[in-house]
């Protein structure tokens, strides 16, 4: 069983930046997706980005150019760079393996 821990949300004003970070334990296959997601009140969750081994990482159109994700197959870490946030950028954000397990959520609070 892969449990995932994610950190690194916060406050922050618009144009500022931050790290979030999602730590797994248990068996991590290089070739299964690690993914962040991100859910604002009252909307639906929704894919940010993610990545996998020999495969093109996936960034949301929203996010394109702001974000960049990394994974770090040998710590089984995943972390996601956000920039330039925006107030939209509001959520709880998810980290996620394999389409399957997930992490409890970090709050990340953009103000304008």
């Known amino acids: 069983q892969v449990e995932l821990v994610e950190s690194g949300g916060g406050l922050v004003q618009a144009g500022g930046s931050l790290m979030l970070s999602c730590a797994s334990t248990?068996?991590?296959?290089?070739?299964?997706?690690m993914a962040w997601y991100r859910q604002a009140p009252g909307k639906q969750r929704e894919l940010v980005a993610s990545v996998r081994l020999r495969s093109p990482k996936y960034y949301a159109e929203a996010v394109k150019g702001r974000f960049t994700i990394s994974r770090d197959y040998a710590k089984g870490t995943v972390s996601l760079e956000m920039n330039s946030l925006k107030p939209e950028d509001t959520a709880v954000y998810y980290c996620?393996?394999?389409?399957?397990?997930w992490g409890q959520g970090t709050q990340v609070t953009v103000s304008s």
């Open positions: 248990g068996f991590v296959d290089y070739y299964s997706a």
């Open positions: 996620n393996y394999n389409n399957v397990n």
